[in-house]
């Protein structure tokens, strides 16, 4: 290798540079002449001189290179402040027995650091398909009698076994599942979960053939956009592709419960929703006191008015025994620090595959770590009481509860009973045109 050291070396790459470019090399020869025949003293400034501009070059460097990257962090901050932080993680189109049906849902997941709340997820986009004619080869789109209506919210499993609704809060890292719609094998019907309040054709699509949608889910400063497309395969089973995905085989079972649907004189499936009531979904209660410990601030469940206000229903406490015994729950009630207006509890228990309100005294034993629901009875039937009234009489109340032959009571305070009624708030009110009286 030492002819490749001879061929490189500063001799003959100055030959190199003589031969390819004169010009140059005569220009560098007549600048070294020049600058050897400088005295000491200059070429010393010079070097000093020389120091200083890479000195200074070099720190103007350092201080764009500094800008530059402070400019690249703000724009990774922006980027992600708009990412879209809910993920679709998993959906199914499963078989639920119970059901007898093939029922499609989705599970989302909270992919921030950031508890989010007022989640909710809303069919934005639809356009479904139908067959007709007389041997159902042609096809109608239905699209301009569903989409006036969008959009339309679905609801959490938790909100649906609890027939409530509205929005929900995700902790970072949680998961939750939404439920969109049911089809039996060979039924010429798919129904629709969307929120109750709708004119009941709305959660039917007849003679169903296929039906793209477009699901927004809100929570974030960007909101996530899932586009599904349900269509019927061979065997006239209900199958489901997002972005042209099927479904992940070994995802779990679906969990519509069995009571949801009921079926209605035609003979076609139809939701169990008696009432418009909604219910705030959050996270695990703070819970307070043992062996039975309640939750520090009580559900409440309401229904929409027409003005833009709400009427609360009733109050719903929820509990969990942390003891290392069975209880078994003698008494419970509500009594108005106000008025003195006493309601009486039920308990959600568990019969089979029923799931049912019981007087306390008809319940079982609570099992530790077993979960308590308890809901009062109805403020006004199922009219409700409007909430600043509700304020009014039920600021504060004391929920009392007897076990062991023992009272208990826990006091909830007009700040908690305030705390309780902002944690879902609703939009104010639109301007609308009240009902007139006679104005001579």
């Known amino acids: 290798m030492s002819w490749l050291k001879d061929l490189f070396s500063p001799s003959n ?19 070294l002449s020049w600058f050897k025949g400088l005295p000491p003293s200059v070429i010393m400034g010079l070097a000093f001189v020389a120091a200083a501009c890479a000195i200074i070059i070099l720190d103007g460097s350092k201080k764009w290179l500094d800008r530059r990257n402070s400019h690249l962090l703000r724009i990774a901050e922006l980027e992600d ?6 993920k679709v993680v998993n959906f199914q189109c499963g078989f639920l027995p119970l059901m007898d049906s093939r029922v499609f849902e989705f599970e989302i997941k909270n992919d921030s650091g950031d508890d989010l709340q007022n989640c909710l997820a809303v069919i934005t986009d639809m356009r479904p398909i139908r067959s007709s004619g007389p041997h159902g080869n042609q096809v109608d789109d239905m699209t301009t009698i569903y989409k006036p209506n969008l959009p339309l919210p679905l609801r959490t499993a938790r909100n649906r076994e609890r027939d409530g609704g509205g929005p929900f809060h995700l902790r970072p890292g949680q998961t939750k599942k939404i439920s969109v719609c049911a089809r039996k094998d060979g039924d010429p ?8 309040g709708k004119d009941e054709y709305m959660y039917y699509i007849p003679g169903f053939k296929s039906c793209d949608l477009e699901v927004t889910i809100y929570g974030t400063r960007t909101p996530t956009v899932a586009n599904f497309r349900l269509t019927l395969n061979a065997r006239d089973e209900l199958i489901v592709t997002y972005d ?5 085989p070994n995802s779990g ?9 009921r079926t209605s004189q035609f003979g076609s499936a139809k939701p169990a929703r008696p009432n418009i009531i909604y ?9 307070e006191g043992t062996p039975l410990a309640w939750a520090a ?15 609360i229903i009733s109050i719903n406490i929820e509990g969990k025994n942390i003891g290392d015994t069975e209880i078994k729950l003698n008494n419970a009630y509500l009594i108005s620090g106000i008025t003195g207006v006493r309601l009486e509890a039920t308990i959600k228990v568990v019969d089979g595959r029923n799931v049912m309100l019981v007087p306390v005294r008809d319940a079982g034993v609570i099992p530790p770590n077993a979960q308590i629901n308890l809901f009062s009875a ?34 909830y305070s007009r700040d908690i009973v305030a705390a309780s009624i902002d944690e879902q708030k609703i939009e104010p009110a639109e301007p609308h045109i009240k009902l007139g009286g006679n104005t001579g």
Not at 81 to 86: D, E, G, V
Not at 279 to 287: F, S
Not at 393 to 411: A, L, N, Y
Request: proline share 9%; glycine share 6%.
């Open 279 to 287: 219910e705030y979904e959050v996270a695990e209660r703070k819970l």
């Open 13 to 31: 790459l100055w030959t190199i540079v003589q031969y390819v470019c004169p010009p140059a090399a005569a220009l560098v020869s007549a600048w």
């Open 244 to 248: 042209g995905r099927a479904p992940d």
């Open 297 to 311: 601030i009580p559900h409440l469940r309401w229904s929409p008015r027409g003005d833009g206000g709400r009427d």
């Open 189 to 196: 019907t798919l129904q629709m979960f969307f929120e109750p």
């Open 378 to 411: 109805e403020l006004n039937g199922t009219d409700g009481i409007e909430e600043s009234e509700f304020s009014k009489q039920w600021s504060p109340f004391s929920f009392v509860f007897e076990f062991d032959g023992t009272e208990h009571r826990k006091v």
């Open 253 to 261: 079972p679906v969990s519509i419960p069995a009571d949801f649907i």
């Open 81 to 86: 402040q708009l990412r879209a932080k809910i």
